[in-house]
């Protein structure tokens, strides 16, 4: 079973510029979710969808940060304009909708964004 | 969601058991305990999870104290490739929301 795909694995961008990011979760799996972890923590999540729809985007930074999941599948994550501060892996995870056996969430490797 | 509390860091030697403990004293009874780890410059995978029975799989056992206020990860025979950060996350699971709130979790080192 292929795994959470993400692209590109490293970027580097200046203050100011923008950026987006691309995921393709495992096949099947209605729940998407995007992550951000700074150095030395824990991933805190952005936005999760259900379908191509927001479940919650409460802990997003709405002013700078955009994500969609148009067709239910495929998600970008954008952030525009970039501060220093958003320097991070953003890490895409996704998970199986129903069942009992949906308990896991399953994670790619992450984009490493260096801001400067 | 309930807190967790973790060591920041601990040694294991290769070959060993690595008894790794979480503490979640403010636990309710509808939230289970959920083990993730993370190996270096990989995304988190899950481990095991379970809310009051013991439970083990082909990676690991967990053992949940009858209070349920704390629980240690067993990896029975540790290797090398078992180094991670190791997270400890209690939640109730939904169907809906089910995000995962991760702490700083437990730098674990397996040495030779």
């Known amino acids: 079973e292929a795994g959470v795909a993400q692209s590109p694995r490293y970027k580097i961008i200046e203050k100011r510029q923008s950026v987006a990011f691309w995921c393709n979760p495992i096949s099947g799996h209605a729940t998407l979710y995007w992550y951000q972890q700074i150095l030395g923590q824990g991933p805190k999540l952005l936005i999760q969808?259900?379908?191509?729809?927001?479940?919650?985007d409460s802990q997003l930074p709405k002013d700078r940060f955009s994500a969609e999941r148009l067709k239910g599948v495929d998600s970008t994550l954008k952030i525009q304009p970039a501060k220093l501060e958003d320097s991070a892996v953003y890490l895409c995870a996704s998970r199986l909708l129903a069942g009992a056996l949906a308990y896991e969430q399953y994670f790619g490797p992450g984009t490493r964004l260096t801001v400067t | 969601d309930a807190k967790t509390t973790q060591p920041t860091s601990m040694d294991c030697a290769e070959g060993r058991a690595a008894n790794l403990p979480c503490n979640h004293s403010?636990?309710?009874?509808?939230?289970?305990v959920y083990w993730y780890r993370q190996i270096h410059s990989q995304g988190p995978q899950y481990i095991i999870h379970g809310l009051k029975n013991n439970e083990t799989n082909e990676m690991a056992s967990l053992i949940i104290t009858e209070d349920r206020k704390s629980s240690t990860l067993i990896l029975p025979h540790a290797t090398l490739r078992d180094t991670a950060v190791y997270y400890c996350i209690v939640r109730v699971w939904q169907t809906g929301a089910n995000n995962l709130f991760f702490g700083t979790g437990t730098r674990l080192t397996v040495i030779p």
């Open positions: 403010t636990i309710s009874g509808n939230e289970y």
């Open positions: 969808f259900q379908n191509n729809g927001v479940v919650d």
